[in-house]
């Protein structure tokens, strides 16, 4: 830990508590904490969070708003995010996951690097606003990942992986599903519902596959995962933030 990790650590004790970060404090000791075995790949994982792959999202109070908001809009951001891949393709781009570039999976990115992407705001304002009011303004959002419209082209697979810790949630609007698009974590194969979201922890190892016709978008949100405290979240960006930057990713 760096010495701007550790003051940050101590200021948040200050203000929270001796044991406001034991849990983050003993996701850092060697060996880690005890996890599922499909969270094997995972380099991080929280202890004390529940071990459960698939969520309910409408179960935890704090992101019931996002997902009733996004279900809300669904029809408005469909017809914007079609308009925007029909027109503006440029918009897009080949998304890279842990620097594997993938060109048929393509993303348009609403949140990104800590901040909104402002150019959305014009190519996808309804996304964008519901996003900005009930993810970013709230601080449900993880400044340490991002929030993007997902698109698989026809036959496109994305191999089974582990994502790289447990504290934060992916939520996942279905804008458009064609037949033939199924998502698998932990083992356990889903179908998104057009208009609904599906919330998993992606800490489990988990895959997805577009076997239709035509193209699959789903717009993906990096939520905190509702069981994390704000001293934790706060303890967590300093941490990744440190680490990023001595690894000379910014």
């Known amino acids: 830990m760096t010495p701007e990790m550790a003051n940050a650590f101590a200021a948040i004790r200050a203000e929270y508590g001796a044991d406001s970060l034991a849990r983050v404090e003993r996701m850092l000791e060697p060996g880690g904490s005890e996890r599922h075995p499909s969270q094997k790949a995972a380099k991080w994982i929280l202890p004390g969070l529940s071990p459960t792959p698939w969520h309910d999202p409408y179960v935890h109070a704090e992101l019931a708003p996002v997902v009733s908001a996004l279900e809300a809009d669904h029809r408005a951001i469909k017809e914007e995010l079609n308009f925007a891949w029909a027109e503006r393709r440029e918009v897009f781009s080949d998304y890279e996951h842990y620097l594997t570039r993938q060109d048929n999976w393509q993303a348009l990115y609403l949140f990104r690097g800590g901040g909104l992407v402002a150019e959305s705001a014009t190519t996808a304002p309804t996304a964008y606003r519901v996003v900005k009011e009930t993810a970013v303004d709230t601080d449900k959002i993880c400044p340490l990942l991002e929030c993007h419209f997902s698109t698989l082209l026809p036959g496109a697979v994305i191999d089974p992986h582990c994502d790289l810790w447990n504290f934060s949630i992916n939520l996942h609007l279905a ?76």
């Open 175 to 250: 804008v458009d599903i064609p037949d033939g698009c199924s998502i698998t974590v932990a083992g356990q194969t889903r179908s998104w519902e057009e208009g609904k979201c599906l919330l998993f922890d992606y800490s489990f190892e988990h895959e997805a596959r577009n076997l239709g016709i035509r193209p699959r978008t789903c717009l993906l949100i990096d939520l905190w995962h509702p069981e994390t405290t704000l001293p934790e979240r706060r303890a967590l960006v300093a941490l990744i933030t440190g680490i990023r930057r001595s690894m000379g990713e910014g």
